[in-house]
């Protein structure tokens, strides 16, 4: 079956502009994650999603950063006046409640800031 | 805060040797997780460990979880060069939570 998917793959903007990232999580999931990967690094929590509610958004950096999923399903990450410090792949995995809470991962979107 | 620490770092090891990746993690974690990454890919699930004494393997693969210890192992049974990757633990302190990763080990096999 069809898994995650993550569009763009790769996002190069200049600084100070606006960009979305899009997250299509596997079918009837209902969580939905959100990650940042730099260079050499683990991944990163920034947000997750149960539903159309954001459960915890603590590791958002700063309130340029913000997340939707109006729907429960597809969830956009949104990065205002982007910095040169938020290049890095931008990583969606998504779970099912009741199973064995594995998290799929995406491809990710790889973003850099010039 | 759950912190998990891997090490090592990085290793270098010659094809059919075995070795061990060591994962400690700071707090009581719900359950215990194993990622590979290729490079420029994304995270594949591996093994999700769930109570103390579990022991997962697949393939030259074997994870096991020690929660009185606070520590898994990833070991790897007579390395072929396939298998080098970066391989990340993780763990949540919560059912449905965020993961919180280690750094990695970047392991790389030589022919």
């Known amino acids: 079956g069809a898994g995650v998917s993550q569009t763009p793959s790769n996002k190069v903007t200049e600084k100070g502009k606006y960009v979305e990232l899009r997250c299509d999580p596997i079918?009837?999931?209902?969580?939905l994650y959100w990650y940042r990967q730099s260079l050499g690094q683990g991944p990163e929590f920034l947000i997750y999603?149960?539903?159309?509610?954001?459960?915890?958004d603590s590791g958002l950096p700063n309130d340029r950063f913000f997340a939707v999923r109006p729907e429960g399903s597809v969830s956009t990450l949104k990065i205002q006046r982007t910095e040169r410090g938020d290049s890095a792949v931008y990583l969606c995995?998504?779970?099912?409640?009741?199973?064995?809470?594995?998290?799929?991962f995406g491809p990710g979107t790889r973003l850099t800031v010039t | 805060e759950l912190k998990v620490e891997q090490n090592p770092l990085f290793l270098s090891m010659q094809e059919g040797k075995n070795y061990t990746i060591y994962c400690n993690y700071s707090?009581?974690?719900?359950?215990l997780y194993w990622y590979r990454q290729d490079p420029g890919k994304s995270l594949e699930s591996l093994f999700v460990?769930?109570?103390?004494?579990a022991v997962k393997q697949e393939g030259r693969l074997m994870a096991s979880l020690d929660t009185k210890a606070r520590l898994s192992t990833l070991h790897i049974t007579a390395a072929v060069h396939d298998l080098s990757a970066t391989y990340f633990c993780?763990?949540?302190?919560?059912?449905?939570?965020?993961?919180?990763f280690g750094k990695g080990t970047r392991l790389h096999i030589l022919p």
């Open positions: 460990l769930l109570s103390n004494g």
């Open positions: 995995a998504s779970s099912t409640i009741g199973g064995s809470y594995e998290q799929y």
């Open positions: 707090t009581t974690s719900d359950r």
């Open positions: 993780a763990g949540t302190m919560n059912r449905d939570d965020k993961i919180i």
């Open positions: 999603f149960q539903g159309t509610g954001a459960a915890d």
């Open positions: 079918s009837g999931h209902t969580a």
